[in-house]
């Protein structure tokens, strides 16, 4: 692959945007590239223009970009269908969205296979149960009947690779594969794109914006700012020398499971232990905030019941952290929400400031609405789209009996200056803010609450390593001034151990351990704390290296066994 001075503009109105801006850069088989940056930064548009996505769109394509030598720009699209699949495929960041939802993972990549190779329907289901099979599906021949909504996200991701790899191709793009993915899921993704790659000769473009995914699999690093190359190199150079500020800005935003402990980013950092916070351990007698004793919560699923929490036992202290991580399924958001009462526990007490709320009733809630709040994973669904931030900012205080307009108005503001918004955006839609503002603006409602505990779920999963550290450090700014305790509920152990005084690690529905941050990172008891730990990207390729080899030695895990 060859790119040559490559420009990407749009003109969405009457202004035209430049995505990309001379661009240049060309990969080898069997090599690995990287595009690393913030969102915005044009890296999924370079992705897109290397198989002519943008033709028809209304963007305007120049430079250069010729792939096995095939000039993209020129060629004609019987010859970008022929170069699409069979030469270079691309794997795209949301597999549910690139599935057809009503037909079987098998049969979409079988018709793949036979629309590059005129096979036979049966050759062509025989190639798909192999690719299936090649990229750890288990029971391939049976799983290729299933349909999307059957797979995890981690197996949907493995499906669309293995669509990916039906034809052999000799370039391999990938826009974000393992974005928001559980740590062990992406590990299993980043060891098995490695392996494809030595194994077939094939080259990979990974277009990603977390750098430790880079580092764990790609020789050469292109890092992008403003669709413009700000350093390029050799990754451990690049990443363990870096030459230009924007790239050392870049690094130091992403949090590090080894190093030392601080809280809070941004330059406000402080060592666990400082003074107006918990050290860690139990909480002092009277300074129990929460507490929750042998917490279930049961949910039917056809003719069967499913334990999706099952006899949780854990504290929270007045100003205190308490970081919860786990895969997807571990019950980490299930548990959340039943701590601040949005669900109610099948069985077990939960006690808020000494009082029993577990069982309460709503209207004896009512007084302790205000002091529990909840900052959801996914800003977007949780705002409405139809109603202005400032009036969603606004919902807790109408809620709590302010009718004052001018007095709602004027304390919006307050607080969507306080999260680092621009006050006069009240009047804006959802729509018009980045992920960040839309994530702040989430803070913001639920600080007009007044409360003394928030639960975030997820709250960074989705961001770039940037603006998950300005949203981490604006927490930490936060619980500091207002003395507000945090539940923060992440896969993300790296982001948990930054953010947390002490963490609960959860497994199918169990808290498995539980301990300061130190004891947890530096001296995991539980083999699954051990192989989440592995399974976190380093940013040294040597020690990613060494990591992936491990990985290979661990012992298995074993499966919760439950009656049914």
Same mark, same amino acid.
């Given at each position: 692959?060859?790119?040559?001075?490559?420009?990407?503009?749009?003109?969405?109105?009457?202004?035209?945007?430049?995505?990309?801006?001379?661009?240049?850069?060309?990969?080898?088989?069997?090599?690995?590239?990287?595009?690393?940056?913030?969102?915005?930064?044009?890296?999924?548009?370079?992705?897109?223009?290397?198989?002519?996505?943008?033709?028809?769109?209304?963007?305007?394509?120049?430079?250069?970009?010729?792939?096995?030598?095939?000039?993209?720009?020129?060629?004609?699209?019987? =010859?970008?269908?022929?170069?699409?699949?069979?030469?270079?495929?691309?794997?795209?960041?949301?597999?549910?969205?690139?599935?057809?939802?009503?037909?079987?993972?098998?049969?979409?990549?079988?018709?793949?296979?036979?629309?590059?190779?005129?096979?036979?329907?049966?050759?062509?289901?025989?190639?798909?149960?192999?690719?299936?099979?090649?990229?750890?599906?288990? @029971? %391939?021949?049976?799983?290729?009947?299933?349909?999307?909504?059957?797979?995890?996200?981690?197996?949907?991701?493995?499906?669309?690779?293995?669509?990916?790899?039906?034809?052999?191709?000799?370039?391999?793009?990938? @826009?974000?594969?393992?974005?928001?993915?559980?740590?062990?899921?992406?590990?299993?993704?980043?060891?098995?794109?490695? /392996?494809?790659?030595?194994?077939?000769?094939?080259?990979?473009?990974?277009?990603?914006?977390?750098?430790?995914?880079?580092?764990?699999?790609?020789? =050469?690093?292109?890092?992008?700012?403003?669709?413009?190359?700000?350093?390029?190199?050799?990754?451990?150079?690049?990443?363990?020398?870096?030459?230009?500020?924007?790239?050392?800005?870049?690094?130091?935003?992403?949090?590090?499971?080894?190093?030392?402990?601080?809280?809070?980013?941004?330059?406000?950092?402080?060592?666990?232990?400082?003074?107006?916070?918990?050290?860690?351990?139990?909480?002092?007698?009277? /300074?129990?905030?929460?507490? %929750?004793?042998?917490?279930?919560?049961?949910?039917?699923?056809?003719?069967?019941?499913?334990?999706?929490?099952?006899?949780?036992?854990?504290?929270?202290?007045?100003?205190?952290?308490?970081?919860?991580?786990?895969?997807?399924?571990?019950?980490?958001?299930?548990?959340?929400?039943?701590?601040?009462?949005?669900?109610?526990?099948?069985?077990?007490?939960?006690?808020?400031?000494?009082?029993?709320?577990?069982?309460?009733?709503?209207?004896?809630?009512?007084?302790?609405?205000?002091?529990?709040?909840?900052?959801?994973?996914?800003?977007?669904?949780?705002?409405?789209?139809?109603?202005?931030?400032?009036?969603?900012?606004? @919902?807790?205080?109408?809620?709590?009996?302010?009718?004052?307009?001018?007095?709602?108005?004027?304390?919006?503001?307050?607080?969507?200056?306080?999260?680092?918004?621009?006050?006069?955006?009240? /009047?804006?839609?959802?729509?018009?803010?980045?992920?960040?503002?839309?994530?702040?603006?989430?803070? %913001?409602?639920?600080?007009?609450?007044?409360?003394?505990?928030?639960?975030?779920?997820?709250?960074?999963?989705?961001?770039?390593?940037?603006?998950?550290?300005?949203?981490?450090?604006?927490?930490?700014?936060?619980?500091?001034?207002?003395?507000?305790?945090?539940?923060?509920?992440?896969? /993300?152990?790296?982001?948990?151990?930054?953010?947390?005084?002490?963490?609960?690690?959860?497994?199918?529905?169990?808290?498995?351990?539980?301990?300061?941050?130190?004891?947890?990172?530096?001296?995991?008891?539980?083999?699954?704390?051990?192989?989440?730990?592995?399974?976190?990207?380093?940013?040294?390729?040597?020690?990613?290296?060494?990591?992936?080899? %491990?990985?290979?030695?661990?012992?298995?895990?074993?499966?919760?066994?439950?009656?049914?």
């Amino acid at each position: 692959m060859e790119v040559d001075g490559l420009t990407v503009d749009f003109a969405p109105g009457e202004e035209t945007v430049r995505a990309v801006d001379g661009l240049s850069f060309s990969l080898a088989a069997g090599r690995a590239i990287g595009l690393v940056g913030e969102s915005g930064s044009g890296k999924s548009t370079v992705a897109g223009a290397l198989l002519g996505l943008h033709r028809g769109t209304g963007a305007r394509v120049g430079g250069t970009v010729r792939v096995n030598g095939t000039d993209v720009g020129t060629a004609s699209d019987r =010859e970008l269908r022929a170069l699409r699949g069979a030469v270079a495929a691309m794997v795209f960041q949301d597999p549910l969205s690139s599935l057809d939802p009503y037909y079987a993972v098998g049969d979409q990549i079988a018709e793949v296979y036979r629309v590059h190779t005129a096979a036979t329907r049966r050759a062509a289901r025989a190639r798909a149960v192999e690719v299936l099979d090649r990229v750890g599906i288990p @029971d %391939a021949a049976r799983r290729a009947d299933a349909r999307p909504h059957e797979f995890s996200g981690g197996m949907r991701q493995r499906a669309l690779i293995a669509m990916a790899l039906a034809c052999e191709p000799r370039l391999l793009i990938a @826009d974000e594969p393992t974005t928001a993915l559980d740590v062990t899921v992406q590990a299993q993704i980043l060891d098995l794109l490695h /392996d494809l790659r030595h194994e077939t000769g094939m080259g990979l473009l990974l277009v990603t914006h977390d750098v430790g995914v880079a580092a764990e699999s790609v020789d =050469e690093v292109l890092v992008m700012r403003h669709g413009r190359e700000v350093e390029r190199g050799p990754v451990a150079e690049v990443l363990g020398a870096p030459r230009e500020t924007y790239t050392r800005a870049l690094l130091s935003a992403v949090p590090r499971v080894d190093g030392p402990v601080v809280r809070g980013s941004g330059g406000t950092a402080e060592a666990s232990g400082a003074p107006g916070r918990a050290s860690g351990g139990a909480s002092a007698v009277g /300074d129990v905030l929460i507490e %929750a004793v042998d917490l279930r919560r049961e949910f039917r699923r056809g003719r069967r019941n499913v334990n999706a929490v099952d006899g949780v036992s854990l504290t929270v202290g007045a100003g205190e952290t308490l970081g919860i991580v786990g895969e997807s399924g571990s019950g980490k958001t299930t548990l959340g929400r039943m701590l601040v009462r949005l669900l109610d526990p099948t069985e077990g007490r939960l006690r808020y400031r000494g009082t029993e709320i577990g069982a309460a009733p709503e209207k004896q809630l009512r007084p302790f609405r205000r002091e529990l709040q909840m900052i959801f994973q996914d800003p977007v669904s949780s705002l409405n789209p139809r109603r202005s931030v400032g009036e969603s900012v606004a @919902d807790p205080l109408r809620a709590a009996g302010v009718l004052d307009e001018d007095r709602i108005v004027g304390r919006v503001r307050e607080l969507l200056e306080r999260v680092g918004l621009d006050p006069d955006r009240y /009047d804006r839609y959802p729509h018009e803010f980045s992920g960040g503002q839309r994530q702040r603006v989430g803070i %913001a409602r639920a600080l007009a609450a007044e409360p003394r505990l928030i639960v975030c779920d997820e709250p960074v999963s989705a961001l770039d390593v940037t603006t998950q550290a300005q949203v981490t450090a604006l927490l930490a700014e936060l619980q500091r001034e207002l003395g507000l305790a945090l539940v923060f509920i992440a896969h /993300d152990l790296a982001v948990v151990r930054q953010v947390s005084d002490r963490v609960a690690v959860m497994r199918h529905g169990r808290i498995v351990e539980q301990g300061t941050v130190e004891e947890v990172y530096g001296a995991p008891s539980d083999p699954y704390t051990r192989q989440l730990l592995a399974a976190v990207p380093a940013l040294d390729p040597v020690l990613a290296a060494e990591r992936r080899a %491990a990985r290979k030695t661990l012992p298995p895990v074993a499966e919760k066994v439950t009656a049914v």
